[in-house]
């Protein structure tokens, strides 16, 4: 097979060539490695290529899962995992290595996704851009290099626009998924709290915020590597309801069953909205009109946003001193000023001065946020948003090291007027997807946002895939000289 013709297809169009034995594992490895040297040095998204190792994996590699034995990237997360060290994007965690492997590794694996490298991240993953002094400066938006792939999992989300594999892994604690998915032009779902594992090592990340989950071309990949990946795993804090059926099977449900969305068009405290980002909504009402949904105007749930944002900075800022600290007593000294870079060195010393009270508070105006989320959706199956209240933007906007010198409290507040509708899903627990359904004039996506009921993932991959099927974005790709 030719990089040319691997690109054109997604995961599961690939591993139906793997089942029919039309190509082999090591010849999609080949396209995907190809790929990636030929388009990172463009986008900076590849960090810990294991290559020649990889390769090696893929010529012994026996056909399971969905996807049977296709190329897969890992987040540079902290995700555990042995074959791949992580730097969390940053120089104080450079270089960590593991001794096991995630929970989620081992069912990457059993789905047939075979990683070969990391993809690049901001500072211990809490922007909503990428762009990390560790890997030499920002991650590039493949249809706009003046702009920011998205955040924290950028370089996933950059890495499938640009086509070197078809499916990556991401993580979202506060719109990671949906920021660069938004960005990037494809589909990204955060799925509800506790319905993927973090274990073994860890039962939560960012107070129950945080998940794991993919980035994808297309809807069908994201619903059979969630199916994959879902499923509780023993002693586990949280647990989402069991699943109603397969998610593949939601995808693949040819009959639409009537739905009651409600849209939010106005963000909290007034938060402006781009005129395109509006545009986007208007166009996903009218589709979902077209297919027969019953689409109207919703109440904004009840929440003090600034108390949340605040509460949602307290909550990283304690995560940065835990995570830190740690290190630095693995390493054997104290912290340099050139270990971390501005913003998040200020948020360490943000988190050195909360105290226990506070991260409680915190914690509490989270599980507010989910009972508001709650009333508000009494009546609904979902909620439709702009994913972005701007275009994507500019790189050095959101950068850990902006222009402008923001201080960490600052600079959440910034953050909260960008993605005003992504982490206040995280506080509530809920799914969410983005979906790349308008694209401004000059080709820059604009997406839209659809949030479920807790556990209901189902619906929003139901009706995902309706409207993909109705307005399909798999057919663009980015140019590349």
Same mark, same amino acid.
């Given at each position: 097979?030719?990089?040319?013709?691997?690109?054109?297809?997604?995961?599961?169009?690939?591993?139906?060539?793997?089942? +029919?034995?039309?190509?082999?594992?090591? &010849?999609?490895?080949?396209?995907?490695?190809?790929?990636?040297?030929? +388009?990172?040095?463009?986008?900076?998204?590849?960090?810990? %290529?294991?290559?020649?190792?990889?390769? +090696?994996?893929?010529?012994?590699?026996? %056909?399971?899962?969905?996807?049977?034995?296709?190329?897969?990237?890992?987040?540079?997360?902290?995700? *555990?995992?042995?074959?791949?060290?992580?730097?969390?994007?940053?120089?104080?965690?450079?270089?960590?290595?593991?001794?096991?492997?995630?929970?989620?590794?081992?069912?990457?694996?059993?789905?047939?996704?075979?990683?070969?490298?990391?993809?690049?991240?901001?500072?211990?993953?809490?922007?909503?851009?990428?762009?990390?002094?560790?890997?030499?400066?920002?991650?590039?938006? %493949?249809? =706009?290099?003046?702009?920011?792939?998205?955040?924290?999992?950028?370089?996933?989300?950059?890495?499938? *626009?640009?086509?070197?594999?078809?499916?990556?892994?991401?993580?979202?604690?506060?719109?990671?998924?949906?920021? %660069?998915?938004?960005?990037?032009?494809?589909?990204?779902?955060?799925?509800?709290?506790?319905?993927?594992?973090?274990?073994?090592?860890?039962?939560?990340?960012?107070?129950?915020?945080?998940?794991?989950?993919?980035?994808?071309?297309?809807?069908?990949?994201?619903?059979?590597?969630?199916?994959?990946?879902c499923d509780y795993e023993a002693g586990a804090p949280y647990?989402?309801?069991?699943?109603?059926?397969?998610?593949?099977?939601?995808?693949?449900?040819?009959?639409?069953?009537?739905?009651?969305?409600?849209?939010?068009?106005?963000?909290?405290?007034?938060?402006?909205?781009?005129? &395109?980002?509006?545009?986007?909504?208007?166009?996903?009402?009218?589709?979902?009109?077209?297919?027969?949904?019953?689409?109207?105007?919703?109440?904004?749930?009840?929440?003090?946003?600034?108390?949340?944002?605040?509460?949602?900075?307290?909550?990283?800022?304690?995560?940065?001193?835990?995570?830190? =600290?740690?290190?630095?007593?693995?390493l054997g000294r104290t912290l340099q000023q050139s270990d971390?870079?501005?913003?998040?060195?200020?948020?360490?010393?943000?988190?050195?001065?909360?105290?226990?009270?506070?991260?409680?508070?915190?914690?509490?105006?989270?599980?507010?946020?989910?009972?508001?989320?709650?009333?508000?959706?009494?009546?609904?199956?979902?909620?439709?948003?702009?994913?972005?209240?701007?275009?994507?933007?500019?790189? =050095?906007?959101?950068?850990?090291?902006?222009?402008?010198?923001?201080?960490?409290?600052?600079?959440?507040?910034?953050?909260?007027?960008?993605?005003?509708?992504?982490?206040?899903?995280?506080?509530?627990?809920?799914?969410?997807?983005?979906?790349?359904?308008?694209?401004?004039?000059?080709?820059?996506?604009?997406?839209?946002?659809?949030?479920?009921?807790?556990?209901?993932?189902?619906?929003?991959? &139901?009706?995902?895939?309706?409207?993909?099927?109705? *307005?399909?974005?798999?057919?663009?790709?980015?140019?590349?000289?």
């Amino acid at each position: 097979m030719k990089a040319k013709e691997y690109e054109d297809l997604d995961g599961l169009a690939l591993a139906g060539l793997l089942e +029919r034995g039309d190509v082999t594992s090591s &010849e999609l490895m080949d396209c995907a490695i190809e790929l990636a040297e030929q +388009r990172n040095p463009a986008l900076n998204v590849i960090t810990y %290529p294991r290559y020649e190792e990889s390769r +090696r994996i893929a010529s012994e590699w026996a %056909p399971r899962g969905p996807f049977h034995g296709i190329p897969f990237l890992l987040k540079d997360s902290g995700f *555990a995992h042995k074959r791949f060290p992580s730097s969390i994007g940053s120089r104080l965690f450079n270089d960590t290595t593991y001794q096991y492997d995630a929970t989620v590794a081992g069912r990457f694996e059993a789905a047939g996704l075979i990683p070969f490298a990391r993809t690049t991240v901001p500072e211990l993953c809490m922007a909503g851009t990428t762009d990390a002094l560790r890997n030499g400066g920002p991650t590039l938006n %493949p249809w =706009d290099r003046t702009r920011s792939a998205g955040g924290s999992s950028g370089g996933a989300a950059a890495a499938v *626009a640009a086509r070197i594999v078809p499916i990556a892994h991401g993580s979202d604690g506060g719109g990671s998924i949906r920021i %660069p998915a938004a960005c990037c032009g494809v589909f990204g779902l955060k799925p509800s709290r506790g319905r993927v594992p973090m274990g073994p090592a860890r039962g939560e990340g960012w107070a129950g915020m945080s998940t794991d989950g993919v980035l994808s071309i297309t809807v069908r990949d994201s619903a059979a590597a969630l199916d994959m990946i879902c499923d509780y795993e023993a002693g586990a804090p949280y647990a989402a309801p069991p699943k109603p059926r397969s998610f593949l099977d939601a995808v693949r449900g040819q009959e639409v069953r009537p739905l009651r969305v409600g849209i939010l068009r106005t963000g909290w405290n007034d938060i402006g909205i781009a005129p &395109e980002c509006d545009a986007a909504v208007s166009l996903t009402a009218s589709l979902l009109e077209e297919l027969g949904h019953d689409v109207f105007e919703a109440r904004l749930p009840a929440i003090d946003y600034d108390g949340f944002v605040h509460a949602h900075g307290s909550i990283l800022a304690s995560n940065i001193v835990v995570a830190v =600290d740690t290190r630095l007593k693995a390493l054997g000294r104290t912290l340099q000023q050139s270990d971390l870079e501005s913003v998040i060195m200020d948020g360490y010393h943000v988190g050195k001065e909360l105290d226990a009270a506070s991260y409680i508070d915190a914690v509490t105006r989270l599980h507010a946020v989910g009972r508001a989320f709650a009333s508000a959706m009494a009546g609904l199956d979902v909620l439709l948003t702009p994913t972005l209240a701007q275009l994507p933007c500019k790189l =050095d906007y959101l950068s850990l090291n902006t222009s402008d010198n923001l201080d960490f409290r600052t600079y959440r507040k910034r953050a909260s007027t960008y993605s005003t509708f992504l982490p206040v899903v995280n506080g509530a627990g809920l799914p969410a997807a983005s979906l790349p359904l308008s694209w401004t004039p000059e080709g820059l996506p604009v997406a839209t946002q659809l949030i479920g009921h807790f556990g209901r993932e189902d619906t929003l991959f &139901e009706l995902s895939a309706q409207l993909e099927r109705l *307005a399909p974005w798999g057919a663009r790709k980015p140019m590349f000289a």
